[in-house]
DNA sequence: TTGTAGGCGTTATCAG
DNA sequence: CTGATAACGCCTACAA
């Protein structure tokens, strides 16, 4: 592998002059043209970890997510990479699997490593997390919010529990069930939140029994779908307030065809086979949030930034049945 | 934060000494106690910077994949992660988005950085990827084969083809289609040079106008399976070749309401939302496929592996809808 | 077994 | 604007 030197050498100029010629600096234009034939006939490349040694930091941002399998999550990671790839930034995919633990190894480990960033899906409280902030690392957490005084990219969540009673409520809907994540999940909570406040408004009855907790998972949605329905006097519509209990509750309807229950479901649903037109749909575009998620950290990065910026990811209005461009991936 | 030098010096010996505690050197029984009690004290941590610089490789291997977004592909990160961790390496997950140009470019940072080893599931030929084997870089080729000497886990496309295929016969179909990807795809040319050969066997036509290329995403499905069905005479059954067409079929299949058309798939569902019951799942399990590139991949990191091994991945028999565990991530 | 010291490849400082 | 040189933090001969 060809080195610094080698170039230097064969263009018969100094380390020096060829590390300028690599990052921009003024030299010379005919010092810079030799240099560059140097490297193109050598194949040279630099040494992207004594570069990292000697400028103590990476080229390279971590992306730490709690499940890496949701499509949410995936589409994030993508938004996030589009915008790495433009700043010549790599990004390394870390799978907390919604454990405080491994997420702690994670951020140690982009600390270890000197990584330029870090984009974070919180599982939970870290305090590396906020020894990273205080250190001045380049942070950005996304779609949970925490207290830190650190970037964050988040949904208002109660208010997107909110919008997607009201789309029930206007199609007719008078006992609107939800179903949402665990009490120690606040995006959950928040997303509950917003539907009881939603129905006072509407004067429509939120009996706690039309709150379901499960896992924010597809057997979670299914069985709570089934409980629902087994209930004496059931929902006449149901909301999921994210997209795998959304999955689990399509799965329960189109087996039992219950053509009459109104669905509704915060998230999206890339891979969904059964027909939704009749399901109001709160498209989240995880995409778009990892796509701000990542400017703010490379403006964060950059040195660009002020004080932490906590920003509201906007979403899509709600409409009934998917519409085709957010079916298939790309 | 801190150094080698200040756990040498906390502890009262050579930085060597240290180093050799570290790396699980014999060193003094008090000496190591001692160095172990600086290291917690100072919260040490290695730079995983320099100590690449200085062993020449990290601690990082690259899993460069055609398309994160598929499941199919997430899911086998997600096999490759497992055993990373376990071998106590990092994964950077790498998007080429089926770009040959991107994965040249992942290729050659991967190559720059002196990462540990790569697992690629290529996009197309590389003259990168052949210059990395012959430089005797740790690499596994997964999922589609290369004609090169390099370690590899494959599946039999062809034998794929041709179960699923009998599976359909066997249910008694006569007249059995098949969706398969782009002709310049081999994977998706041996499955349908599969069915072929089936039908053959099985003495049942295969005409070409029953065989479909498309793209090998959810839209090209359900353009496949929309012409089918607008054929004068129409399959009986039909077989889609990977995961993504399946989905696509399965919407058009439940938007028309086909009961009696007869279904398979080779490739997972997860987030599947109509019923299955009726469709022959060959299901692949990437996670599976993902484990044993990454047992190859850290025998070849530590030396432990001779000539280039090629693996034939085994998968589940086919059978009618999909098992309940199968379903949801986890 | 332990310590000393050189070097991994690059960039930044400081003279010239 | 250019060149020599000293770091960056770690590991590993080599010598003791």
Redesign the pocket.
Known sequence: ????????ALA?????????V??G????A???KAVRKAIDELG????????S????HSEVIALVLPDIENPFFTSLARGVEDIAQEAGLSVVLCNTDEDPDKQERYLRIADDENMAGVIVAPAGPSALLRHLTERERAVVVVDRAVPDDVDQVTFDNLELGRRATRALAERGFRRIACVTGPESTPTAVARAQGWREELAEAGLPAPEDLLVHVNFRVDGGEDAMTRLLELATPPDAVLATNNLVGVGALRVLSATDQVDLGLGIIGDLPFVTSPVDNVSLLQLRPREMGLSAARMLVQRIRGEAGPARQIVQPTQPVRLGAPRESGPAR
Not at 25 to 28: D, H, P, Q, S, T
């Open positions: 592998m060809a080195r610094i030197v080698d170039v230097a018969g100029v100094s380390t020096a002059t060829v590390s300028r690599l990052n600096k003024a030299v010379r005919d010092l810079e040279y490349t630099p040494n992207r970890t004594a570069r040694l000697r400028r103590q």
